[in-house]
């Protein structure tokens, strides 16, 4: 049974970078994309992008196009979630999940981590 | 503002059903079956109920069940019961630029 272990909370200033981690444990990493979901407080969630680990290929939403970067290592069962250009809206739980399928954007996540807290304060 | 709209909250009695909509579009909901419902506790980690609106994964009750119709789908509990009590998300594949959208969420209170 697949783990998904995330990074610990992070507390940034507005205009710097947020790195969340996403290590996976006890199953396939390669196997099936893993997308990155964010939820800020009182709001559903947001997703925000995936990779195929495997390839490398991502895809990202429009709105954080330019914004989040998404990387997967294979020799380390890691994904990560880079967001750039932090502002106070950012501010969220996020968390990445697995995707049953290769495929970022099919939207049927089967295992999630634990959630990283991010908060953004100047 | 979330792209499908739910219900905030709903409240049923142990036992009881309830039925949890969950509305969109032609370029989401009401175009692929690609819905999905997910149970969330607070402080725990998502569980998906239902994937491609109608299907359960191993392991979850058959209390759960969803459907779909035109642009809305929903999700059905029931025999509730205590350990039901949860926020809901659903979610769908949208041909937008923002590719998968979800709900704002219905938070289920079980009386």
């Known amino acids: 049974q697949v783990q998904l272990v995330q990074s610990g909370a992070e507390v940034k200033k507005p205009g710097s970078s947020v790195r969340v981690s996403c290590k996976a444990s006890?199953?396939?990493?390669?196997?099936?994309?893993i997308s990155w979901v964010r939820q800020a407080p009182g709001q559903g969630p947001e997703w925000m992008g995936g990779?195929?680990?495997?390839?490398?290929?991502?895809i990202y939403a429009e709105k954080f196009q330019g914004r989040v970067t998404i990387t997967a290592d294979a020799s380390t069962s890691t994904a990560s979630m880079e967001l750039s250009s932090l502002r106070s809206e950012d501010a969220a739980v996020y968390y990445c999940?697995?995707?049953?399928?290769?495929?970022?954007?099919?939207?049927?996540?089967?295992?999630w981590g634990q959630g990283t807290l991010v908060t953004v304060s100047s | 503002q979330s792209a499908l709209t739910q219900p905030a909250s709903v409240s049923g009695s142990l036992g009881q059903s309830i039925t949890i909509s969950c509305t969109g579009s032609?370029?989401?909901?009401?175009?692929?079956?690609?819905v999905s419902w997910y149970q969330h506790h607070p402080g725990k980690a998502p569980k998906l109920i239902i994937f491609?609106?109608?299907r359960r994964p191993s392991g979850v009750s058959d209390r759960f069940s969803a459907s779909k119709s035109g642009n809305t789908a929903s999700l059905t509990i029931s025999g509730l019961q205590a350990e039901d009590e949860a926020a809901y998300y659903c979610?769908?594949?949208?041909?937008?630029?923002?590719?998968?959208?979800f709900g704002g969420g219905t938070n289920l209170t079980v009386l």
């Open positions: 006890g199953g396939s990493f390669s196997g099936n994309a």
């Open positions: 979610c769908s594949y949208a041909s937008s630029a923002t590719r998968v959208v």
């Open positions: 999940a697995r995707v049953m399928g290769m495929t970022p954007v099919t939207p049927a996540f089967d295992c």
């Open positions: 491609e609106v109608t």
């Open positions: 990779i195929i680990p495997i390839s490398g290929s991502t």
């Open positions: 032609s370029s989401d909901v009401g175009s692929y079956n690609l």
